[in-house]
């Protein structure tokens, strides 16, 4: 991940745009960008989407995350993770939406899919939800319901009563998603038109 304007810029036409790239530099073969508003940003409960038009391609994965704003003192997966969407390049018709905590992280994660069968989110903008309450994490994607996790779908404790902060990344590579191949096009932009939380009402 770099801070370069290469792979994290406004595009002119009002949308941020995260690129991953096929290069070399700083010993990597690839970049790409995070960003996060960790220390910035923090919120509990309440609705947190955006619009995203997703990238693709094999070893390709875009994502719009969440985790707990404690992280630095009782470390993953305790803090909690929110997966709001992940996609696998390869599949760019089908997202997943996630949670891990401890004894649901990783492989064990609490997941479910939702995809399209006559298209894909790299074609257009699509918006990607969650709503998120004392006993339970809704999943959406274009205003549908999917999915609807609460405590008893765990197979550990409930962790998601605490501020979480949000993160937008296009990862290159990982057990998710496997390693790109000759046939991934390259470069491949994540474009962002907004991030939107609202409070829960009271």
């Known amino acids: 991940y770099t801070q370069r304007a290469e792979n994290v810029a406004l595009d002119g ?3 941020l ?18 960003i996060k508003t960790q220390g910035l940003f923090a919120q509990k409960y309440g609705r947190f ?7 693709y391609g094999p070893g390709i994965w875009p994502a ?6 404690n992280i630095d003192s009782v470390a993953w997966p305790l ?11 390869q599949e760019p018709n089908l997202i997943n939406g996630s949670v891990h905590g401890p004894g649901y992280s990783g492989g064990a994660a609490v997941t479910q899919s939702y995809g399209f069968t006559d298209d894909r989110f790299d074609v257009d903008f699509h918006l990607f939800a969650v709503e998120w309450g004392e006993n339970y994490i809704d999943y959406f994607v274009d205003e549908v319901l999917y999915q609807r996790i609460t405590p008893g779908d ?40 907004y991030v939107r939380v609202y409070q829960q009402a009271n």
């Not at 803090?79 to 390049?89: A, K, S, T």
């Not at 765990?154 to 000759?182: K, R």
Request: proline share 7%; aromatic share 12%; net charge neutral.
């Open 13 to 15: 036409a009002g949308h």
């Open 17 to 34: 745009a995260i690129t991953a790239r096929r290069e070399a530099y700083s010993g990597a073969a690839f970049t790409s960008a995070r």
């Open 49 to 55: 989407e955006a619009r995203i038009k997703t990238p």
């Open 64 to 69: 719009f995350w969440m985790l707990g704003a």
């Open 79 to 89: 803090c909690g993770e929110i997966d709001i969407m992940e996609l696998r390049g």
């Open 154 to 193: 765990l197979a550990g404790p409930w962790v998601f009563d605490q501020p979480f902060f949000i993160i937008l990344n296009v990862a290159v590579g990982g057990n998710y998603v496997g390693f790109p191949t000759n046939q991934t096009p390259f470069p491949q932009k994540m474009v962002l038109d």
